[in-house]
């Protein structure tokens, strides 16, 4: 078990190191009913991996901004922002589309983004799209993946 853990320090973060822990000592123990939590050596050494580590701070917007954006601009209603995903989300160059397909009442809905020099919401949404990690875009439940 060190050497994997000292084989897969040189490729990985100590919190994914730890993770691996986790998930292995879950499997283990599940699978082959051994506990790897008794392995001290092992602890000590993703102790000292972790010693001093700063893990990077994502760099998107957070939900309170984006959600700040979309129920200034469409007065959305809570379950609409749930139900929101990248395919309602179309970028036109000068403004941003929003097509809310069912509403409360049965009726699409739509409204537009626009660049206003105080909120600067057309700069936030694409902002927010062009941080967001590659590959979530195709999973409809990440609203604002990629606007198309």
Known sequence: MM???QDLSEK???????AKYSYLKATFLINENIDISIFKQLIAFLKQKSKGYSPKKSQVLTVEQVILVMGVF???RKIEMVQ????NVID????????IPKTKTDECKSFTIIEEE????????RKYASLRPPGLAEKKHNPLGKIR
Request: charged share 10%; no cysteine.
């Open 118 to 125: 105080e909120l600067g919401a057309l700069q936030l949404v």
């Open 74 to 76: 469409g007065a959305l």
């Open 3 to 5: 050497a994997y853990f």
């Open 12 to 18: 990985y973060s100590p919190n994914s190191l730890w």
């Open 84 to 87: 929101l995903t990248i395919e």
């Open 92 to 99: 036109k160059g000068s403004v941003i589309l929003v097509q």
